[in-house]
Antibody, heavy 119, light 109 residues
């Protein structure tokens, strides 16, 4: 099993952007599809999108289309999720997770990155 | 696409069985046998309990089971234990999209 390590907590102003990173503690992410899931305080899980490395293709949930960008830096084996035009409703814990394409399951999760949007 | 529909809360006593439903549409739950369930304890990362409707990953207790009929999937927990008290989320593949349910809080009385 791969362990995913995410970047730390951030506080952002409304209207700004945030970029969260996700890196394996050992090995490479290049063979894994990485999905991003967020959870607002006291709320449920919400899938945001995925990056399929073999196709170099990103899928995004309709809700976040145009506002989220998921990328990867293969030289550092790090995946990134950038969310723009932040509002207070984007305050949440953001998780990266490896996704098994055959079963569509999220098998290994990062520890989560808290993003707080506040003026 | 809207989230999958789950009851907000369910409860049961130790030893009892409970079932959590997850209703989607013919475009997600009804079209794919790629329904999974996750358990999340407060402050913890979600844990995979069931995948492909009714399969359990290695290490997951057999008192968790899953099923599906039409556009509705279900998670059954038999012989409730106090440590089962947690939030439960269903999840369905939907083509290039993935949907979660709103979550169900299980209280073990």
């Amino acid at each position: 099993q791969v362990q995913l390590v995410q970047s730390g907590a951030e506080v952002k102003k409304p209207g700004s952007s945030v970029k969260v990173s996700c890196k394996p503690s050992g090995g490479t992410l290049s063979i894994y599809t990485i999905s991003w899931v967020r959870q607002a305080p006291g709320h449920g899980l919400e899938w945001m999108g995925r990056l399929i490395p073999t196709l170099e293709l990103a899928n995004y949930a309709q809700k976040f289309q145009g506002r989220v960008t998921i990328t990867a830096d293969r030289s550092t084996s790090t995946d990134f999720m950038e969310l723009s035009s932040l509002t207070s409703e984007d305050t949440a814990v953001y998780y990266c997770a490896t996704e098994s394409p055959a079963t569509a399951t999220f098998d290994n999760w990062g520890q989560g990155s808290l993003v707080t949007v506040s003026s | 696409q809207s989230a999958l529909t789950q009851p907000a809360s369910v409860s049961g006593s130790p030893g009892q069985s409970i079932t959590i439903s997850c209703t989607g549409t013919s475009s997600d739950v009804g079209s794919y046998n790629l329904v999974s369930w996750y358990q999340q304890h407060p402050g913890k990362v979600p844990k995979l309990l069931i995948y492909e409707v009714n399969k359990r990953p290695s290490g997951v207790s057999s008192h968790f089971s899953g099923s599906k009929s039409g556009n509705t999937a279900s998670l059954t927990i038999s012989g409730l234990q106090t440590e089962d008290e947690a939030d439960y989320y269903c999840c369905s593949y939907a083509g290039s999209n993935t949907l979660f349910g709103g979550g169900t809080k299980l209280t073990v009385l």
